[in-house]
């Protein structure tokens, strides 16, 4: 099966993929997910707006609150570059689904795929940081410098199998210079459709 997904369905299946191997997720193709999280509002310009960054330390208080994680959906999205170990001690959905608060060998084994696309709109409004779309996120103990996938500790040990897929040529990183889902149906076309044949 191959699987389109966006925004908070592409973790929800992806963690699908990874817990339940059968039927098996042949090709997964996210359009502006946010697989390492959020840190962020919405249309919110971050840093550069002190009414985001007091949103941004509002929101901290509540969503790792349990009540919260487990009713909240965009709680279980929400990670805290300034505090880590909080992101990964009361995270009840990321952390786990990123391997984060220990490894479980077979989301790893059960993460087979052919093709992991992943599309990256450019100037996104709604994810942020933009990075997180292709498994980038903020670097620990601030809020604007970011790494990449492949400087990640979740790429570098090899924790959900993305640096074997890698290898093999197995991840496809697309980008769009638009704002959130805002594609031409000939984009799509020329670059989605081939992978669902």
Avoid at 36 to 65: H, M
Avoid at 88 to 98: G, Q, Y
Avoid at 170 to 179: H, N
Wanted: hydrophobic letters at 35%; charged letters at 25%; proline letters at 4%.
């Amino acid at each position: 099966m191959s699987c389109l997904c966006k925004l908070e369905t592409v973790l929800r299946r992806r963690a699908v993929a990874q817990r339940c191997p059968s039927p098996p997720m042949i090709n997964l193709i996210t359009f502006g997910s946010q697989h390492q999280g959020v840190y962020g509002l919405p249309r919110c310009p971050g840093e550069t707006s002190q009414f985001c960054d007091w949103i941004r330390k509002l929101l901290n208080v509540g969503a790792y609150r349990n009540s919260i994680q487990k009713h909240l959906v965009q709680a279980e999205y929400w990670h805290d570059p300034l505090n880590e170990e909080l992101y990964r001690s009361k995270s009840v959905f990321l952390a786990d689904i990123n391997q984060e608060r220990g490894i479980n060998e077979s989301y790893k084994e059960n993460l087979k795929l052919n093709k992991f696309v992943m599309i990256k709109f450019l100037k996104d409004s709604m994810v942020d940081p933009i990075d997180s779309e292709w498994f980038g996120f903020y670097k620990a103990g601030q809020a604007k410098d970011t790494y990449t996938l492949q400087e990640s500790a979740l790429y570098q040990e090899d924790r959900l199998g993305l640096k074997a897929m890698d290898k093999l040529n197995k991840l496809e990183f697309l980008s769009v210079d638009g704002d959130h889902l805002e594609f031409s149906q000939e984009w799509f076309i020329t670059h989605i459709v081939p992978y669902l044949n």
